[in-house]
């Protein structure tokens, strides 16, 4: 028989706190009313017991809209960069959406 390891909350928050410092953690907080995915500054503001939330986390991944290319009336153009970011981390993500994330692998690959 396999024994179960759990880890109380406390240490789970104080894990995530420490991913917070080197990578952008996602995870589902409360937006006004609404239970949505954003990225969080500290573990405390991620609401854990929750059954579904109101948005994907799809957008994380594929933002509804982004500036690819820019231009001035002098007619110059700027192109962000985007060298920067930090890796991401999605916590608290359902089953179905992680799984439909591989499947627009295969549709982007």
Same mark, same amino acid.
Request: with cysteine.
């Given at each position: 028989?396999?024994?179960?390891?759990?880890?109380?909350?406390?240490?789970?928050?104080?894990a995530?706190?420490a991913?917070?410092?080197?990578y952008q953690?996602f995870?589902?907080?409360k937006?006004d009313?609404?239970?949505?995915?954003?990225?969080?500054?500290? /573990?405390?503001e991620?609401?854990?017991?929750?059954t579904?939330? !109101? =948005?994907?986390? $799809?957008? *994380?991944?594929f933002?509804q809209?982004?500036?690819?290319?820019?231009? /001035?009336?002098?007619?110059?153009?700027?192109?962000?960069?985007? !060298? =920067?970011?930090? $890796?991401? *981390?999605?916590?608290?993500?359902?089953?179905?959406?992680?799984?439909?994330?591989?499947?627009?692998?295969?549709?982007?690959?």
């Amino acid at each position: 028989m396999k024994k179960v390891k759990t880890l109380s909350r406390e240490k789970l928050l104080h894990a995530l706190d420490a991913l917070i410092k080197k990578y952008q953690l996602f995870a589902p907080v409360k937006d006004d009313t609404i239970l949505t995915f954003a990225e969080v500054k500290k /573990s405390s503001e991620i609401i854990m017991d929750f059954t579904n939330s !109101a =948005g994907s986390p $799809k957008k *994380i991944f594929f933002p509804q809209s982004e500036t690819i290319i820019s231009y /001035s009336r002098d007619g110059s153009r700027h192109v962000p960069e985007y !060298a =920067g970011e930090k $890796k991401r *981390i999605v916590f608290g993500m359902r089953p179905c959406d992680a799984k439909a994330l591989t499947l627009l692998d295969k549709v982007f690959d």
